[in-house]
């Protein structure tokens, strides 16, 4: 059986990593600490490098994908300001497209009021996100950009004995669209071709007889992956799909939303398995 490991966006910032796992910054002297970690990933990406240690010859190919952001993004608080108090907004504020025409919330950059709000419009129209306001996080070239310590230890070691490459996709280089799925931005953007929906990748997963799917977090980049997965995969044969679910963690709060996904894609002919049973 021809296997293909997916990891979706494996990284620092989504790790709740202990002390002793994280980098000290030679400018400031304190730790680097993550900048959204999620309860239980760091337990998730040690159990994501077993299974990659342990079925090592039996994968036979492993692609990772990597949220990666610029520090002003239409979903980090530098790009918007409170006009209440003419600060950029907290991190988890939700700001919807009423919002900003009630005046409450607008651009920082006001030239680009219009374009903010054809977005939000937009995006709101899906029915699946209201935009959220998130810390800084996977800013590109970042310490919290890169992947999981541990995972990438494996990873290596499984390029160094099969001889093969992981393959990266990253994804959110786009400052004005949100990017949650691997697979096609929330709200494509015409004139940038890798907002769309990733049809090589598509293709590149369909040739292999399972897939193995595990990351960071199931209610966010996970979930919208994976729906854009099983709604678009050419062949429907969507029982070759498995969802490691003690490789996927929830962001606080939004424990729900993953129980719902999780019953979702197993309704749809999805397989859920723990890693230790593949």
């Known amino acids: 059986m021809n296997t293909h490991l997916l990891l979706i966006d494996p990284q620092n910032d989504f790790c709740d990593l202990p002390a002793d796992w994280l980098p000290c910054s030679p400018v400031s002297g304190e730790l680097i600490r993550p900048a959204l970690p999620v309860a239980g990933a760091h337990e998730d ?76 419009d937009a995006l709101e129209a899906t029915g699946r996100y209201t935009l959220m306001v998130w810390p800084v996080h996977c800013q590109m070239g970042s310490w919290g950009h890169g992947v999981h310590a541990g995972l990438q230890a494996a990873l290596d070691a499984w390029s160094d004995a099969e001889g093969r490459s992981v393959e990266v996709v990253t ?30 990748l598509l293709a590149e997963l369909d040739r292999f007889d399972r897939v193995l799917i595990a990351g960071e977090a199931g209610s966010h980049c996970v979930r919208a992956t994976v729906e854009h997965l099983a709604a678009h995969l050419p062949s429907r044969q969507l029982n070759k799909l498995v969802l490691l679910t003690d490789c996927i963690s929830p962001v606080a709060g939004f424990e729900a939303q993953q ?7 197993r309704a749809s002919g999805l397989q859920l398995a723990l890693s230790t049973e593949v």
Do not use: C
């Open 171 to 200: 994804k959110g280089e786009n400052p004005w669209t949100e990017h949650y799925s691997a697979l096609q931005a929330e709200v494509p953007d015409p004139a940038d071709e890798g907002t769309e929906l990733n049809r090589a």
């Open 259 to 265: 129980a719902e996904f999780l019953a979702a894609m």
């Open 45 to 120: 990406m040690q159990r994501a490098a077993a299974l990659v240690k342990r079925l090592r010859s039996q994968l036979d190919a492993i692609t990772v994908t990597l949220d990666s952001h610029h520090r002003i993004d239409i979903a980090h608080p530098g790009f918007w300001v409170e006009t209440a108090n003419g600060r950029a907004p907290g991190p988890f504020t939700p700001i919807t497209a009423a919002q900003v025409r009630a005046g409450a919330y607008a651009p920082r950059d006001a030239a680009q009021l219009d374009r903010v709000l054809a977005y939000l």
